[in-house]
């Protein structure tokens, strides 16, 4: 696992381009496997949760080849139908691969994915979905064995708007005749570009980013060319790292529309923010009120810039309440956030944040994805030099990540350099 070395102290400023999104991407990926026809991912990022993807293809028989910033996916043939334990537990999330099998060869077979740092990933709601829509699954808690022999459209109500669930249940219905119907589906940003691209390519679905979806079902699905929307949760990453170092920087590749509310939120009154095209500027105003975030589905705060959020909240001016309810287990962050001298109280779901004059550096370790992002933010902003062990989970989402903080002017150095 890789370290980073950070010396804090350092304003941020400059400009960085921002990647696609890891969480449209991945679902587009799986969504290629419903042509056979040639799909192009433009400015593809190079994050390990793509690779992980690209493995999972690449079992199925898919080829994939990056050329450039673009993925190419060649989907004609696909002769496999299992996704082992070693692949599903290393993407927890690619559930979703499930409803793409079904629709492209009626069968598919799948190791659970299986719990991880933050929390346990129950799949109950895919499962009930799919077998609304005529899916006969064997389940045994460890692997789902799924057939797709007499598929037939269905009204779902999710019980929860899993962003996972919709996925699998827009990418196993595409091309059941007739209307499927879901209720409460995920309305994140990156669920409707996901529903674009699909459309793109010859689906019938509407509803995007609303309450309810319909998915009409459609003969064939052809090949496209196309680019993904923007990484917010990559722009908020960024953006709170300005903020808690008092800095200036520019963002290229972003539009703010889908993201404004949090945006809101890291300014809270006090940065300059404006945006031109697709270019973000942003100005820290120095002061960083605290702050009050509850997590939940789009439209709320995401989950994922929750534990960015705590180190917002650790160098702010007063206190602040940070309410975690997506995922159960999710603030390992915190621990490692003490040792740097933050002052957080944890009660159930919610972290009670008093804002300190300044963080230490100390050696950290990431848990997971974004809680070490956080533990990087942190050392930015912290006195003196922080490492931050496990830099593998957050290559899992961030391309190029100490290449941007570098370009940023912050002083971090891979350890492996
Ligand atoms: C996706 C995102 C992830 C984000 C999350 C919530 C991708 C690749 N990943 O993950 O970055 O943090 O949405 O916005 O898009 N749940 C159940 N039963 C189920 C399914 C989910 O109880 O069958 C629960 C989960 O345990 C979790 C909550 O619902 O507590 C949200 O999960 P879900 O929306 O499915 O997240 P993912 O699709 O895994």
Known sequence: ?????????????GSIKIQSAKNAVLPMMAGAILTKEQVVIKNCPKISDVF???????TLGVKTVFQGEDLIIDPSVVNSNLITASLSKKLRSSVFILGALLSRTGSAQMSYPGGCAIGERPIDIHIAALKSLGVEIDDDKTFLSCRATRLKPSTIRLKYPSVGATENVILASVFIKGKTVIYNPAKEPEIVDFINFLNAMGANISGAGKSVLVVEGVKKLHGIEYTPIEDRIET????????????????FNCKTENFLFIINKICNNTCKFTQKNDI????????INPVKITTGPHPEFPTDLQAQMT??????????VIKETVFEDRFH????????GADVTLKGN????????????????????????????AGLVAKGLTVVDGMSHVERGYQDFEYKLSALSADVKNKKD
């Open 280 to 287: 973000i500027y942003y100005k820290s105003g120095g002061v």
């Open 350 to 377: 919610t972290a009670f944040i008093n804002g300190v004059e300044t963080l230490y550096g100390a050696f950290v370790k990431a848990n997971d994805l974004r809680g070490g992002a956080a533990l990087v933010i």
């Open 236 to 251: 908020g990453t960024f953006l709170i790292a300005a903020a808690v170092t008092g800095g200036e920087i520019q963002l």
């Open 311 to 320: 180190v917002f909240a650790s160098v702010a001016k007063g206190r602040s």
């Open 333 to 340: 962050h915190l621990t490692e956030l003490r040792k740097m």
């Open 1 to 13: 696992m890789g370290l980073l070395e950070i010396r804090g102290g350092r304003k941020l400023s």
């Open 52 to 58: 992980s993807m690209i493995d999972i293809l690449h």
